[in-house]
């Protein structure tokens, strides 16, 4: 069975740029949520889809926005990107979200802004 | 919001030795607590898990313990080997699990 896929792994943007991310869940899973990793503030929640619909909601600024397709597939964008968007994306899906199942995590996309 | 705080932020035990990880969490409505350990340059992945209404959860040399009303609960191993060494990330949700606040992590060391 095929984990969590996240492309792509690394990229390099530009301030002021545009960024749009992509995350594949394991098949079957119809939640993805998505964090945020940084060394100085851990591992931040972002949003959270199911069934195409965004469920629930971290508290970012709306340049973070996100959807999930019908396969489940999900992307996240961040728009006028800044220096402090640097930091790995991370993807998790699970069958149901919630429920206590599982979540399971993708390898990460490293977004470096300069 | 709920507030997750974890301690300490680095250990270092040797091998065979045991390590004990404690995280408090401010709502009382969260139910689920998963730990989540991430070795270096990986992804985070579920290494134990337990719901609001179990006190303790085993599995081998890994253990929980969750006490609600002090709002607090560890992660315990026993027996400890070098390939534990990781940060280990615990985290509570309010929503069994549908998204998490997750502490800052503990970098565990096991020296041989």
């Known amino acids: 069975k095929a984990g969590v896929t996240q492309t792509p792994r690394y990229l390099i943007k530009t301030r002021g740029q545009q960024v749009t991310l992509s995350c594949s869940p394991i098949s079957g899973h119809r939640s993805v949520s998505w964090y945020q990793q940084t060394p100085g503030q851990g591992l931040q929640f972002l949003f959270e889809?199911?069934?195409?619909?965004?469920?629930n909601k971290g508290n970012f600024p709306g340049r973070f926005s996100g959807r999930q397709f019908s396969n489940s597939r999900s992307e996240m964008n961040v728009s006028t990107l800044e220096l402090g968007d640097s930091a790995l994306y991370l993807c998790?899906?699970?069958?149901?979200?919630?429920?206590?199942?599982?979540?399971?995590f993708g390898q990460g996309t490293r977004l470096t802004v300069v | 919001g709920e507030n997750v705080e974890q301690h300490p932020s680095t250990l270092s035990v040797q091998e065979g030795d045991s390590a004990v990880i404690k995280c408090t969490y401010s709502d009382s409505a969260s139910n689920y607590f998963p730990w989540y350990k991430q070795e270096l340059g990986k992804r985070p992945q579920l290494i134990i898990d337990?719901?609001?209404?179990?006190g303790e959860k085993k599995d081998q040399r890994i253990a929980v313990t969750l006490n609600k009303t002090a709002k607090h609960f560890s992660l315990h191993i026993t027996e400890t080997q070098p390939e534990d060494s990781a940060v280990y990330f615990c985290a509570a949700s309010w929503n069994y699990g549908q998204n998490f606040v997750f502490g800052p992590g503990t970098r565990l060391s096991v020296l041989p």
């Open positions: 337990i719901r609001s209404n179990v």
């Open positions: 889809y199911f069934s195409e619909t965004q469920r």
């Open positions: 998790a899906s699970s069958w149901e979200g919630g429920a206590y199942t599982e979540a399971f």
